[in-house]
């Protein structure tokens, strides 16, 4: 089993319409994670990060988490076509809080 | 500098050669990492550095990988005598510390490397 999974897509979606990404991940222990975007030749970049069980939202943006599930999810509300790129979520590990572990990635794409 | 950064941008160099990759975090970062990607794959951890000490070397892939950081600061990634397969994008992160929100990786804009 992958440390962190999730489901490389592509997810297709419309503009206008809500982006659900979904992670999973192995380490009970987890304590932080992290949703990443990188477009096409380009670097990951930081959207959010979130610690605590529910919901955090920021903008466009709703990260939840479930930590009894090991499960944290994105949310894109209102989604428009530069939001089509790759999402990347990542997790601490307990017996290495400063190591992350990325997962494979979602390729999202809005289309018009 | 406002970000991390990484020196060469590109490089290509022939099977057997030595090459050395630059990353230059973010001022007062004590944590850095490198990962390596491949055409559309994910990202691959390498090592981790907190200062000058890896704690975590486990994602080296082979006894040809080595890293080194000074001056808690810039750190080189060496890959000797490369192979075809090393051909992918390595990237550069740092992060301020431990913590919560403190981990948080902020990446440079990679070394492109294709070995002929």
């Known amino acids: 089993q992958k440390e962190v999974e999730q489901n490389s897509g592509p997810l297709s979606v419309p503009e206008g319409a809500i982006a659900s990404l979904n992670c999973t991940y192995s380490d009970r222990g987890s304590q932080s994670f992290f949703w990443y975007r990188q477009y096409s030749g380009k670097s990951p970049e930081l959207i959010m990060f979130?610690?605590?069980?529910g919901d955090k939202e920021d903008g466009r943006f709703t990260a939840q988490l479930n930590k009894a599930s090991q499960y944290v999810s994105l949310l894109i509300r209102d989604s428009q076509p530069s939001d089509s790129a790759t999402y990347l979520c990542?997790?601490?590990?307990?017996?290495?809080?400063?190591?992350?572990?990325f997962g494979s990635g979602t390729r999202l794409s809005i289309r018009p | 500098g406002a970000g991390v950064s990484q020196s060469p941008s590109n490089k290509v160099t022939e099977k057997g050669k030595d090459v050395e990759l630059r990353c230059d975090p973010i001022s007062g970062h004590t944590a850095l990492y490198w990962y390596r990607q491949s055409l559309g794959q994910g990202l691959e951890f390498l090592i981790y550095?907190?200062?000058?000490?890896?704690?975590?070397k486990s994602g080296l892939p082979s006894d040809r990988f080595s890293a080194e950081r000074t001056g808690g600061s810039v750190s080189t990634l060496t890959i000797q005598r490369t192979q075809q397969e090393d051909s992918a994008v390595y990237l550069c992160?740092?992060?301020?510390?431990?913590?919560?929100?403190?981990?948080?990786?902020?990446f440079g804009p990679g070394t492109r490397l294709l070995v002929l």
């Open positions: 550095f907190q200062g000058n000490s890896a704690p975590d």
């Open positions: 979130i610690y605590s069980n």
């Open positions: 990542a997790v601490n590990g307990y017996s290495s809080a400063s190591k992350i572990i």
């Open positions: 992160a740092s992060s301020l510390a431990e913590g919560a929100g403190l981990e948080t990786q902020y």
